[in-house]
């Protein structure tokens, strides 16, 4: 029965893919004190006081780490099984096709978690300073909100860093094409102002740093859609030949 053994195929890849993560996981609760550490050393963090407001802080905020870099470190891993069960469906042009998206995605994702920490989460925390010492507030942060902070400002910059990938992929699969990105260009600056100012600090300076990479980003998913539309026309001109 072709079904089961595909269910049975992915319910084998999916335990690996727990066991990956689980080892991960280990790993990370031996190197999460160092991770903490960086973080702490580096702005704004630094300029902080860490204070815990519950028994439990700590733990959680420990366990939350760890989980974190287990799940960048298996994520790379958890893409390429999902990919061994997915290949046997598709033609091998597809395969070779579909398979650079991997490290592309893992590199992206990367690149915008980096940005959201070293750039955007400066700017916001600098921002919401300023209001606090305009409101003569004192500045007292726990440890997990703090980490609630840097995960609210960098998850949404690193997912809309996954813009060009997606894009590609759509035209490889037919769902999207170069001109309908290009008719839709306008449509698609409203899109990026609206979200740049939903993940940046209320000022027109923050929103415009943001706007700047997700408008890049925008012109890269068009350039990276024209080259993928092109390979596309051109595998399926060779596919009656075949």
């Known amino acids: 029965m072709?079904?089961?053994?595909?269910?049975?195929?992915?319910?084998?890849?999916?335990?690996?893919?727990?066991?990956?993560?689980?080892?991960?996981?280990?790993?990370?609760?031996?190197?999460?004190?160092?991770?903490?550490?960086?973080?702490?050393?580096?702005?704004?963090?630094?300029?902080?006081?860490?204070?815990?407001?519950?028994?439990?802080?700590?733990?959680?905020?420990?366990?939350?780490?760890?989980?974190?870099?287990?799940?960048?470190?298996?994520?790379p891993i958890a893409l390429y099984l999902l990919w061994g069960f997915v290949k046997e469906g598709l033609h091998p042009h597809e395969r070779s096709a579909v398979l650079r998206y991997i490290p592309y995605s893992v590199f992206f994702l990367l690149l915008g978690i980096a940005f959201g920490y070293f750039v955007l989460l400066p700017i916001s925390y600098s921002f919401v300073s300023d209001i606090s010492d305009?409101?003569?507030?004192?500045?007292?942060?726990?440890?997990?909100?703090?980490?609630?902070?840097?995960?609210?400002?960098?998850?949404?910059?690193?997912?809309?860093?996954?813009?060009?990938?997606?894009?590609?992929?759509?035209?490889?699969?037919?769902?999207?094409?170069?001109?309908r990105l290009r008719k839709s260009r306008r449509y698609a600056y409203l899109v990026l102002v609206i979200v740049s100012n939903i993940i940046s600090p209320p000022d027109f300076v923050s929103a415009f740093i943001i706007l700047i990479p997700l408008s890049a980003l925008f012109e890269l998913s068009v350039l990276l859609s024209r080259s993928a539309f092109r390979k596309r026309a051109a595998l399926q001109a060779e596919l009656p030949a075949v």
């Open 134 to 179: 305009k409101l003569n507030l004192v500045e007292t942060y726990g440890v997990m909100q703090y980490f609630s902070f840097i995960m609210n400002v960098v998850l949404p910059i690193a997912a809309a860093f996954e813009l060009p990938i997606v894009v590609m992929f759509l035209t490889r699969i037919g769902l999207l094409t170069p001109d």
């Open 2 to 75: 072709p079904l089961l053994s595909h269910v049975l195929e992915l319910r084998k890849q999916l335990i690996t893919i727990l066991i990956v993560f689980t080892v991960c996981l280990t790993g990370g609760l031996f190197a999460a004190p160092y991770l903490l550490d960086y973080i702490k050393s580096t702005p704004p963090a630094s300029e902080l006081e860490w204070n815990t407001f519950s028994p439990f802080d700590g733990v959680r905020m420990y366990m939350n780490l760890a989980f974190v870099m287990a799940a960048v470190v298996t994520l």
